[in-house]
């Protein structure tokens, strides 16, 4: 059974381009989730989904970020315009039915670079 | 506020041996308490969850405890492995809701042979 897929697993790039970053959920799972991990602040939840409706995006640090799931199998979080402070990686997990008891299964993140 | 403290911050023991990790914290209302796995490059992956009503939960080698009353819980390793060199962090889930978690800053342990 495939896991949670993220791409890319790198992306270097320059200040002020727009990023997007990847997620394919493991089928059947109706939550999930964007977090962003540093070594200072360790990881932060970004946003979540249930049912590709985002439910709590408290967490996005400020406009530039935005994030989608168009439908139960994909989910995009963009970055425009980035900025060196958003390097950092970012991790991508599902979970499946309701209840905050469900385990979370992360993707392996990506790393992301900004010059 | 709501925080989770890891204690130590690393650790370094020899293969074979036994250690516990410690994670205090603060959440109110408290929900369930998670540790999870994460070997270096990937994700973190789920090693145990344990609600109020459980104070001791296992996954093979390793043994979670909670105290509800003190706010704590550790995880036991029991004859380490080279392969159990990795972070361990401690979330929190409170108030019922996916979105209300904190994170430790996690615990890097290092087995040597």
């Known amino acids: 059974d495939a896991g949670v897929i993220q791409s890319p697993r790198h992306e270097v790039t320059e200040m002020g381009q727009e990023v997007t970053l990847r997620c394919k959920p493991i089928s059947g799972h109706d939550y999930l989730f964007w977090y962003r991990q540093t070594m200072m602040r360790g990881l932060e939840l970004l946003i979540y989904f249930n049912n590709n409706v985002p439910i709590d995006d408290s967490g996005m640090p400020e406009d530039r970020f935005s994030a989608k799931m168009p439908n139960a199998s994909f989910s995009t979080l963009k970055i425009q315009p980035s900025e060196p402070r958003d390097s950092a990686v970012y991790f991508c997990a599902s979970s499946s039915r309701q209840g905050s008891n469900q385990p979370q299964h992360f993707g392996d993140g990506t790393r992301l670079s900004i010059l | 506020k709501n925080q989770v403290e890891q204690s130590p911050q690393s650790l370094i023991i020899l293969e074979g041996k036994n250690c516990t990790l410690q994670c205090n914290y603060t959440v109110s209302p408290f929900s369930n308490l998670r540790w999870y796995k994460q070997d270096t490059g990937r994700g973190p992956v789920s090693l145990t969850i344990m609600t109020f009503s459980e104070n001791t939960k296992s996954n093979g080698r390793y043994t979670a405890t909670l105290d509800a009353d003190t706010k704590q819980s550790s995880l036991h390793i029991t004859a380490s492995q080279l392969s159990d060199s990795a972070s361990y962090i401690c979330?929190?889930?409170?108030?019922?809701?996916?979105?209300?978690?904190?994170f430790g800053k996690g615990t890097k342990l290092s087995v040597k042979p």
């Open positions: 979330v929190a889930f409170y108030g019922g809701s996916q979105g209300n978690l904190i």
